[in-house]
């Protein structure tokens, strides 16, 4: 199995930052894509910003320019830096990996509150 903790959600006004951040452990053999995506209430999960192995990434049009996503293969860390949010960015935030022989997997989710 495969366990994800994530952090570094919260509260912030509207133009603040934050980072999130999530570890994965457990049997991983190699972890090929790291991704975050977001949801809120009543609408489904849409990816926010991912990161393969190679270090390539894609980002929703809707953060370009804000968030920047990193990993730390060493330590099987994904990052989300956020900044310049605004209050639509306001959702609960889930890690998700994809692990070379096992699939993919969810964390918990972290909240993301911006307020206006």
């Known amino acids: 199995q495969v366990q994800l903790v994530e952090s570094g959600g919260g509260l912030v006004q509207a133009g603040g930052s934050l980072r999130l951040s999530c570890t994965a452990s457990?049997?991983?053999?190699?972890?090929?894509?790291m991704g975050w995506y977001r949801q809120t209430p009543g609408k489904q999960r849409e990816l926010v910003a991912r990161i393969i192995s190679s270090g390539s990434t894609n980002y929703a049009d809707f953060v370009k320019g804000r968030f920047t996503i990193s990993r730390d293969n060493a330590k099987n860390t994904v990052y989300l830096q956020m900044n310049s949010l605004k209050p639509e960015d306001t959702a609960r935030y889930y890690c998700?990996?994809?692990?070379?022989?096992?699939?993919?997997?969810w964390g918990q989710g972290t909240q993301v509150t911006v307020s206006s």
């Open positions: 998700n990996v994809v692990v070379d022989l096992r699939g993919d997997y």
């Open positions: 457990g049997s991983i053999f190699r972890i090929n894509v």
